[in-house]
């Protein structure tokens, strides 16, 4: 099956340093990539939907200057969280679509996370 | 916009008794629905989806749903749960023509007891 790999799985870093994020589809080329924000013991809460080779489209109260997303090619999109401060610290999980399901709905494949712990 | 909500928050089952985790959601078009099992760390796992077609979708390690229209629920259902089936279980849903863009409900955390 569709796999998406996240790196690093847990990462701890100072308050106002940044910290980048991996998301890679493994072995299938994805032409959509999401993000998403999980708080302890909460939903999931979608950050924001990285399309390759253009600007990913945030969702209402996040903001973009400090989650910046790169979606440089079908197998690979970043999330870079600018100057992080300790309220930043979550899970963050992506997800991305297999471009050979666009005639459908086509399935998301979700990553195994990133624990990001701001000290 | 489309909203998603999943009745209980957790659901104490003993093992091998069967389980039904609510959902219900609110949208103004058509829609897909999913289930998801997250265990503690890890990312989602797609248990099952309802696309169209027959309205009971079965899934893996022996779930169901059923999608009901005019109720507009999806509930899911296991006639004997077993401990390794202990997790948080997310319903979600997207518009037909909504980009493909996914909400998901709160979350359910299914524990089952010996």
């Known amino acids: 099956g569709a796999v998406v790999s996240q790196h690093p799985s847990r990462v701890i870093c100072k308050s106002g340093t940044s910290v980048k994020i991996e998301c890679r589809s493994l072995d299938f080329q994805a032409t959509t990539m999401f993000w998403y924000r999980q708080f302890p013991k909460q939903s999931l809460m979608l950050m924001a939907t990285s399309n390759e080779g253009s600007k990913a489209t945030y969702e209402q109260g996040v903001e973009k200057d400090k989650f910046l997303i790169n979606h440089a090619s079908l197998t690979l999109s970043t999330l870079t969280v600018t100057s992080a401060h300790p309220e930043d610290s979550s899970f963050y999980i992506c997800?991305?679509?297999?471009?050979?399901?666009?005639?459908?709905?086509?399935?998301?494949?979700f990553g195994p996370g990133t624990r990001l712990t701001v000290t | 916009a489309q909203s998603v909500t999943q009745l209980d928050s957790q659901v104490p089952v003993f093992e091998e008794a069967p389980v039904e985790l609510r959902c219900n959601y609110s949208s103004s078009v058509s829609v897909y629905l999913f289930w998801y099992v997250q265990y503690p760390n890890q990312g989602l796992q797609l248990l099952l989806k309802?696309?169209?077609?027959?309205?009971l979708v079965k899934g893996i390690n022996g779930f169901e749903a059923e999608f009901n229209k005019s109720q507009t629920s999806f509930h899911l259902r296991k006639p004997s749960v077993h401990i390794s089936d202990t997790a948080e279980y997310f319903c979600?849903?997207?518009?037909?023509?909504?980009?493909?863009?996914?909400?998901f409900g709160a979350g359910t955390r299914l524990f089952v007891k010996a």
């Open positions: 997800s991305a679509r297999d471009r050979r399901e666009l005639g459908g709905f086509g399935e998301q494949y």
């Open positions: 979600a849903v997207s518009e037909v023509t909504g980009g493909f863009k996914t909400i």
């Open positions: 309802y696309l169209s077609g027959s309205t």
